[in-house]
C-alpha cells in the first residue's frame, strides 16, 4: 500500500470515531469490543512500564519509580522492551508515579544544532507534551510534571508545568547522536537530565506517601491470558477524559470498572467468558489496523487529537508505541515494494532512491532510516552492526554517475565499493521506518512526496 492510499484509508476510519458508535446504544458484543481496543494501550503500556520500572531482575530494568536513568548507547536487537525503537538518538527514561506528588524534570543547556526532547506520554499513550528543542529551545531548566489531581502552585524557577491525565506515566528523553565519537557528549549532556519529586526541589517536607500496590506481574503471554484483570486495575490510574464519561460508564455495564477484581461477583460466567474469548480476535482485529496505518501523521498526538479514536490508538500502540507526534517528528513505513508486495530479504533486493539531495527528507533536525524484521517488530542483527542509515552520514554516502543516491535495502553485501549505502535486512520480511525529526512544512503538507521502495532486478 503506498503512502497516499494509507492516509485515505485513515481519513476514512476517522469518519466513525468511537464516539459516535457509542451512541448507538450497542449490544454487549460491541461495548466488550470497545472495551478491548480502549484499554489495550493501557495494558500494552503497562508492559513496557512493569519492565522497566518494578522487574528488577529483568533484562531491560531501567530503575524505580519517578528516576531519570540514561544509557550513552544507541538500541541494538538485544533492546526488547519496545518494538520498532529507534538507534539514532541515545534514550534517557523516567516512569513517573504522580499519585503522591508532581516530579520535577531538569534539562541541562546544550549547544545548538543538536536536537533534545522529553516525551511526555500517559498511560493511555498520549503524547500530552514536550520539553526540549521545539517548544523551548536549547536553554534547557526546571520543568514540573503533575498528575490530574495536583492543584498546587509552581514554585519560583519552574520553566512550565505539565499536567498528566493520569497518575502513571512515561517520559522518554531522546539526546540527537551525530555519529560513534560523539558518544562521549552525548554521556555528558545525559548526566545533566535529573529527576527529583517537588518536595525535594523545594526543600519542604514530603506529602504523605501513595498507598502500597502488589503491581501484577504482565509478560507477553499475560497480556493476552490476564488482559481483562489487567485492564480493571490499570483505569484506576486513568480517570476518564473529559468526554468519556458516558463511555466508561458503558464499560461498566460489562464488568470493566476501574480498581475492581475481574471478574467480580456480579458477572455472569457467560459473560467472563465471552470476554476471555473475544481478547484473541480482537488482537487479531487490532494487528490488522496496523496495515492500514499509513504515515504517522494522524495516529499519534495528545489527548484532543486523539478523541474518539481508539481503534487507531490500539493499532499504533500495537505498531509502534511510543511514536512522537507528527509535530515533532514524522515516521513513514515502507513495508512493500513497488508491486505492492511485502518486501522479503529472502526472495529479493530492494533500493530507496533520491534523485539528489535536494530530494533528501526535508527537516529541522535531522532524519534517519531504520530496519526491522517484520516478525519481531525490532532491530536486525548484521555483520556491520548497522541498523540505520541518517543524515549524520552523507558525508559517506556514494552517489552513482547521475547524481543519484542509493540506498540498498538487502540481506546481502551489494559489494563493498557499495556497503557504505548498504542497510542490512534480514532474509525474511521486513519493514523500514523513515523518521523525520522536526519536520519542515513542506514534509507536513505532503509537497515532499517520498520515494517508493524499488524491487532490484
Known amino acids: ?134 517548544l523551548d529551545g536549547n536553554g534547557g531548566g526546571d520543568f514540573l510534571v503533575a498528575g490530574p489531581d495536583w492543584r498546587g502552585t509552581a514554585p519560583a524557577g519552574i520553566r512550565r508545568v505539565v499536567v498528566m491525565p493520569t497518575t502513571l506515566a512515561v517520559g522518554i528523553v531522546r539526546t540527537q547522536l551525530f555519529d560513534p565519537a560523539d558518544i562521549n557528549r552525548i554521556a555528558e549532556i545525559q548526566a545533566g537530565y535529573k529527576a527529583q519529586p517537588l518536595s525535594a526541589y523545594t526543600g519542604n517536607p514530603p506529602p504523605q506517601a501513595a498507598p502500597a500496590l502488589d503491581w501484577p506481574v504482565i509478560n507477553d503471554a499475560k497480556l493476552a491470558t490476564d488482559f481483562w484483570p489487567l485492564a480493571s486495575f490499570l483505569l484506576k490510574f486513568a480517570p476518564p477524559l473529559p468526554w468519556e464519561t458516558e463511555l466508561r460508564g458503558g464499560f461498566e455495564r460489562v464488568g470493566l470498572t476501574a480498581g475492581s477484581a475481574w471478574p467480580d461477583k456480579a458477572m455472569s460466567a457467560e459473560l467472563a467468558d465471552e470476554m476471555r474469548t473475544m481478547v484473541q480476535p480482537e488482537l487479531k482485529a487490532i494487528f490488522s489496523e496496523v496495515k492500514n496505518l499509513g504515515d504517522s501523521s494522524t495516529i499519534f498526538g495528545t489527548p484532543e487529537f486523539m478523541k474518539g479514536r481508539y481503534l487507531t490508538r490500539a493499532a499504533a500502540a500495537m505498531g509502534g508505541i511510543y511514536g512522537n507526534s507528527v509535530e515533532e517528528a514524522l515516521y513513514l513505513t515502507f513495508n512493500r515494494d513497488e508491486q505492492r508486495e511485502t518486501l522479503d530479504g529472502s526472495k529479493h533486493r530492494y533500493v530507496l532512491s533520491f534523485a539528489s539531495k535536494a530530494q533528501l527528507p526535508p527537516v529541522d533536525a535531522f532524519w534517519s532510516l531504520t530496519m526491522y524484521d517484520t516478525a519481531s517488530q525490532l532491530l536486525v542483527d548484521n555483520p556491520l552492526d548497522r541498523y540505520l542509515i541518517n543524515s549524520a552520514m552523507l558525508p559517506g554516502l556514494k552517489a552513482n554517475e547521475r547524481g543519484e543516491i542509493l540506498l540498498y535495502l538487502q540481506h546481502e553485501s551489494p559489494g563493498k565499493e557499495l556497503e557504505s549505502n548498504w542497510l542490512p535486512a534480514p532474509s525474511a520480511p521486513f519493514y523500514a521506518v523513515m523518521r523525520l525529526y522536526l519536520p519542515k512544512p513542506e514534509a507536513l503538507d505532503k509537497s515532499w512526496i517520498a520515494p517508493h521502495v524499488e524491487r532490484q532486478t
Open 1 to 134: 500500500m503506498n503512502r497516499r492510499s494509507c492516509l485515505k484509508m485513515c481519513a476514512a476510519a476517522l469518519l466513525t470515531p468511537w464516539s459516535i458508535r457509542a451512541q448507538a446504544e450497542p449490544g454487549q458484543s460491541d461495548l466488550v469490543r470497545q472495551a478491548f481496543e480502549y484499554a489495550y494501550p493501557l495494558v500494552k503500556n503497562y508492559l513496557t512500564i512493569f519492565q522497566y520500572a518494578l522487574d528488577p531482575g529483568g533484562s531491560q530494568y531501567k530503575g524505580p519509580f519517578n528516576t531519570l536513568n540514561s544509557a550513552a548507547r544507541v538500541y541494538t536487537p538485544k533492546d526488547t522492551a519496545v518494538i520498532t525503537p529507534n538507534s539514532d538518538t541515545p534514550y534517557s527514561f523516567i516512569v513517573f508515579d504522580l499519585r503522591a506528588e508532581p516530579v520535577v524534570i531538569s534539562m541541562p543547556e546544550i549547544e545548538a544544532g543538536r536536537y533534545y526532547s522529553l516525551q511526555l506520554v500517559d498511560l493511555y499513550t498520549h503524547n500530552v507534551d514536550y520539553v526540549g528543542t521545539r
